[in-house]
Each structure stands twice: as structure tokens, then as C-alpha cells.
């Protein structure tokens, strides 16, 4: 209340204003290159459908494969994992890039996808192989539908 009434401190809270305005717009300014020099940055809808491709690889190799063993259920608990790892590092990129709307249509068929896959592990560790292939198949087959989604919603 004071300083209103003595006009000399003006000037200086204002230049101070002023800077602090001008380092926060160069500190956003940096963090935006900087993600746009990364790789996820670059593409997220390409790394997703890739990664994607590589998750439905990786299930028609286990499903391929008819030993049923705790190697098999190692290999897709790690499989499990590693997508999940993958999948948080691109999220929010394609939210930003998709929008919530056409987001929220992509998660869909992903959603109903790792519910399979998830039922399928779930399956396999209590010994039920044959209903674990059966959801893994039913995931596996979502995730092709995550695919048609995706390059339908980022046509």
C-alpha cells in the first residue's frame, strides 16, 4: 500500500515484472524445443503403432509357441511390463497431439485390449493355459483394432 503512494518504486517493480515475464516465456520456449527434439516428440502416433506391431509380434510368438511353462509365463509377464513402460512414455503426447476426444475413441479398443491381455496373464498363472491363450488371442485382436482406430483418427 505504501509503495503506491511513492511513485519512485514504480520503475523497479515494473523492470522486475517485465523480466520475470520474459524468463518465463524463454523458459517455456526451451522446454518446447526440447521436447521437440526428442524422439517421442517427433512422432507419437508412429512410435505408438509401432510399438503396437510389436506387441501383437511378441503375442503371436507365445501363442505360436505351444509349451505352456513358467519360462512361457516369464516371457509375458515381461513382455506385459516392458509395453506398459513404453506405453506411459508416449501417453500424454498423444493426448496432446489426438485431442481428449479422438484420445478417448484410441483407448477404447486399447482398454478392451489389455483387459484381455491382462485376463490372459492372470489366466496363466493360476495354470488355466489354454483360457490364457484364448484371452490373449481376444487381446491381441483388439490391438489390431487399437491400430485401425488410431490411423483412422489421425487421418
Same mark, same amino acid.
Given at each position: 500500500?505504501?509503495?503506491?503512494?511513492?511513485?519512485?518504486?514504480?520503475?523497479?517493480?515494473?523492470?522486475?515484472?517485465?523480466?520475470?515475464?520474459?524468463?518465463?516465456?524463454?523458459?517455456?520456449?526451451?522446454?518446447?524445443?526440447?521436447?521437440?527434439?526428442?524422439?517421442?516428440?517427433?512422432?507419437?502416433?508412429?512410435?505408438?503403432?509401432?510399438?503396437?506391431?510389436?506387441?501383437?509380434?511378441?503375442?503371436?510368438?507365445?501363442?505360436?509357441?505351444?509349451?505352456?511353462?513358467?519360462?512361457?509365463?516369464?516371457?509375458?509377464?515381461?513382455?506385459?511390463?516392458?509395453?506398459?513402460?513404453?506405453?506411459?512414455?508416449? #501417453? *500424454? =503426447?498423444?493426448?496432446? +497431439?489426438?485431442?481428449?476426444?479422438?484420445?478417448?475413441?484410441?483407448?477404447?479398443?486399447? $482398454? @478392451?485390449?489389455? #483387459? *484381455? =491381455?491382462?485376463?490372459? +496373464?492372470?489366466?496363466?498363472?493360476?495354470?488355466?493355459?489354454?483360457?490364457?491363450?484364448? $484371452? @490373449?488371442?481376444?487381446?491381441?485382436?483388439?490391438?489390431?483394432?487399437?491400430?485401425?482406430?488410431?490411423?483412422?483418427?489421425?487421418?
Amino acid at each position: 500500500v505504501f509503495a503506491a503512494h511513492i511513485p519512485p518504486l514504480w520503475l523497479p517493480f515494473l523492470i522486475t515484472v517485465f523480466i520475470m515475464t520474459v524468463a518465463l516465456i524463454r523458459l517455456q520456449m526451451f522446454n518446447r524445443q526440447s521436447l521437440q527434439n526428442t524422439e517421442v516428440q517427433k512422432n507419437p502416433v508412429n512410435r505408438f503403432v509401432d510399438l503396437l506391431k510389436k506387441r501383437i509380434r511378441e503375442l503371436e510368438k507365445l501363442l505360436e509357441n505351444n509349451e505352456t511353462s513358467k519360462k512361457w509365463l516369464a516371457e509375458l509377464e515381461d513382455e506385459h511390463e516392458h509395453f506398459n513402460i513404453q506405453f506411459e512414455e508416449i #501417453r *500424454q =503426447l498423444l493426448v496432446d +497431439l489426438l485431442g481428449m476426444k479422438q484420445y478417448i475413441n484410441l483407448m477404447i479398443p486399447f $482398454a @478392451l485390449a489389455e #483387459r *484381455q =491381455l491382462n485376463r490372459g +496373464l492372470s489366466a496363466a498363472m493360476d495354470g488355466y493355459f489354454t483360457e490364457a491363450k484364448d $484371452a @490373449l488371442t481376444a487381446g491381441k485382436d483388439q490391438l489390431v483394432n487399437t491400430i485401425n482406430e488410431l490411423t483412422k483418427e489421425s487421418a
